[in-house]
């Protein structure tokens, strides 16, 4: 996997299986996961609990780069 710097990203900009936060400060860290092509978003995983999954468009700003 490539090396990111610390920043903000747009969601389709990862790649599936890489580690971002909502916000620089949030607690939660989250997995990207697939695309839906039906649904035209990207769905995404919590670290801690992977039952709790959600999704977002691919222009959502997320935080990405950071050491996990």
Avoid: W
């Amino acid at each position: 996997m490539k090396y990111l710097p610390e920043g903000f990203y747009k969601l389709k900009d990862l790649r599936a299986g890489e580690f971002f936060k909502k916000s620089p400060t949030a607690r939660k860290v989250y997995v990207r996961g697939h695309y839906e092509r039906s649904d035209k978003r990207y769905y995404f995983s919590d670290t801690e609990d992977m039952n709790r999954e959600g999704s977002a468009k691919g222009s959502t700003k997320v935080f990405a780069g950071f050491t996990y």
